[in-house]
């Protein structure tokens, strides 16, 4: 068993704890932030590809040793084949998310301990454990520990909230309780019935049990279930009817922790999003409601950023909208359309957390997040502008930035799949995000400043503009050279694509 | 006619979530939302635990003198217990969560009435 694997979350989860410990102790928690903080991407990359079973062992048809003092009746049938752990699987395109996941929370972490005057041990344990819960769920092949982790971040997400002292920032954070309340329990539901109709909470083994005939996947109370969890799967990554409230927690998180948030909703999309395909992909309902539900996020994510006027509500909404990119990527099917989809999802974890940060820079210079109240900023900061600009160039799709590539690849997958409407209807949203993006960006930057703007902070702090750089120069490198990530998520999109578990 | 109990637990379960998505969707005291939510995440559990449910089964306990394949065949099915108590935990979590953000906004807007405290 490859250790490294089970510490990519134990990691995150005891720098929380020891974190919380220091709370209050300010110079020690900047230390201890960014030292504990370098090892998040620095697992992902450390670690062997492979397995890891917690509480458990490998099948019994892989361990030899174990199943020569069985009986026949278990070593002989299915038993033996089925996952008696909680099995982590870490391949090729696990160790991209957790790399990205890992480099956006260091890259958060390091900004929120220079922008604010008294760093908090108690934001840096909600960080963390959102990190180890998110990183969890996109080891996990145990679909009710995914649901375990799946409530942690929703946790931490209300945690990174709470502890921003924005005004209505507890109103938000009950609101997105109560929701998440109604639909956990929901997911929970689906995955009861799985347990109640195949026996099992390993994924591998669900799709074993489908496939073999053990179980028959007509069975309705299966159709059910896929309901259930596609409704989970809405609130957790904040597709529609959930969006408002998402873009909401956004608006009301410091720029560090939307951020984090929306890197968390993404990879949440990706995750459950997979267990969808994995296990429902014969159903074809399942890839219309995924396209369907995408096409709205799309749709209504893009067109309701056009009048927002708090810029963070306008990334927020932004950021829904390309969400649907992604699942428009996982619906095709095909595996060139899943790896255009899961290429799209690393791209926007990246640039949404550099928009984030970057208009953070706005709020800690201003206080201000309302664009009717600003202006002028580009003369005062012309290097953080410039930086922005290219940001929002990247989300636009604009040459040779990195959502330009994974926004083509996906243009050509509905092409390819028979779907060419769908490319049309990306190409004019594309262009619309261009525009809300410019008209942002013009507000706050390129109109004269407003005669009441009161600037508070004239110095940015080094560890924010190091941090937009960071993330711009991966965007640029993943837009001149995108071959090489998508030759990590090839493998697993040509085996969702093939139906092969 | 007695009801199979296991088909029993189903339908409590049902009527558990169906009672605490009305509470919560339709009740103004946000003290009320929050029981309707204890319904809800009960009826989940009480679903997961009634899909263990074996007729005639014994406790999963492996006892001194129990031969392996009689217990085998005769223990319910024990994983339904391991996720509800995990599930139990993570509902006591998320509801402490809750009910302290409450404490925070009725000592701010000196009410419980969602309306109020929630309204735009």
Known sequence: ?501 | MIMDVQLGSLLTAVALIVIGIFATAFLDNLIKKIIGLAFIGDGANLFLIAMGYKPGGIVYIYLPGMAADWFAQNAAYPLPFALVLTSIVIGASTMAVMLGIIIVLYKKKGSLSAAKVLGE
Not at chain 1, 187 to 210: H, K, P, Q, R, W
Not at chain 1, 221 to 239: D, E, N, Q, T
Not at chain 1, 361 to 373: A, F, H, I, P
Request: with cysteine; aromatic share 10%.
């Open chain 1, 1 to 501: 068993m490859n250790l490294l694997i089970p510490l990519m979350v134990i990691v995150p989860i005891l720098c929380a704890l020891f974190l919380n410990l220091l709370h209050k102790k300010d110079r020690a928690i900047k230390a201890v932030t960014i030292i504990l903080a370098l090892a998040l991407p620095a697992l992902p990359l450390l670690a062997n590809y492979g397995f890891h079973y917690f509480g458990g062992y490998e099948p019994l048809m892989q361990n030899p040793t174990l199943s020569s003092n069985l009986p026949s009746f278990i070593t002989g049938g299915v038993l033996s084949t089925f996952h008696p752990a909680i099995t982590y699987s870490f391949q090729s395109a696990q160790q991209l998310f957790v790399f990205i996941l890992g480099l956006v929370g260091l890259l958060a972490l390091f900004t929120s301990v220079y922008e604010t005057r008294r760093p908090s041990g108690v934001y840096a344990y909600m960080l963390f454990m959102g990190i180890a819960a998110m990183t969890a769920i996109l080891l996990t092949d145990d679909i009710f520990n995914l649901y375990v982790f799946f409530e942690i971040a929703a946790l931490a997400t209300v945690g990174i909230v709470l502890v921003s002292n924005i005004k209505g920032n507890y109103e938000t954070a009950l609101k997105y309780m109560i929701l998440g309340s109604v639909a956990a329990p929901l997911l929970l539901l689906g995955i009861a019935l799985l347990l109640g109709v195949t026996g099992n909470v390993n994924i591998t083994d669900i799709i074993y049990s489908l496939k073999t005939g053990m179980v028959d996947p007509q069975n309705p109370v299966l159709l059910m279930a896929c309901g259930l969890i596609v409704f989970g799967w809405l609130y957790g990554s904040g597709l529609p009817p959930f969006h408002t409230i998402k873009s909401a927690i956004y608006s009301k998180a410091l720029p560090s922790g939307s951020a984090m948030i929306q890197a968390f909703s993404v990879f949440t999309f990706i995750a459950l999003g997979i267990v969808i395909l994995r296990i429902f992909s014969y159903l074809p309902l399942s890839q219309w409601v995924i396209l369907g539900v995408s096409l709205l996020a799309m749709i209504l994510g893009i067109t309701m950023a056009i009048v927002q006027t708090d810029i963070k509500r306008m990334i927020g909404f932004l950021a829904v909208g390309e969400l649907g990119y992604i699942g428009i990527g996982l619906g095709l099917g095909t595996a060139f359309g899943i790896t255009a989809g899961l290429f799209q999802a690393v791209n926007e974890v990246m640039i949404t957390a550099l928009l984030f940060i970057g208009f953070g820079v706005v709020l800690y210079q201003t206080g201000v997040s309302d664009t009717r109240k600003l202006g002028g900023l580009m003369v005062r900061n012309p290097g953080v502008a410039l930086l922005v600009l290219l940001g929002g160039f990247a989300m636009a799709g604009v040459p040779p930035l990195n959502a330009f590539q994974s926004k083509l690849m996906l243009i050509q997958a509905s092409l390819d799949a028979g779907f060419p409407e769908l490319g049309v209807i990306m190409i004019l949203l594309s262009i619309v995000t261009f525009m809300t993006f410019m008209k942002a960006f013009h507000t706050v930057y390129l109109r004269p400043k407003p005669a009441d703007l009161e600037i508070k902070t004239e110095t940015i702090p080094k560890a924010t503009v190091i941090s937009l750089v960071v993330l711009l120069v991966v965007c640029i490198i993943f837009g001149l050279f995108p071959q090489y990530v998508t030759s990590y998520l090839q493998p697993l999109a040509t085996s969702l694509a093939g139906g092969v578990a």
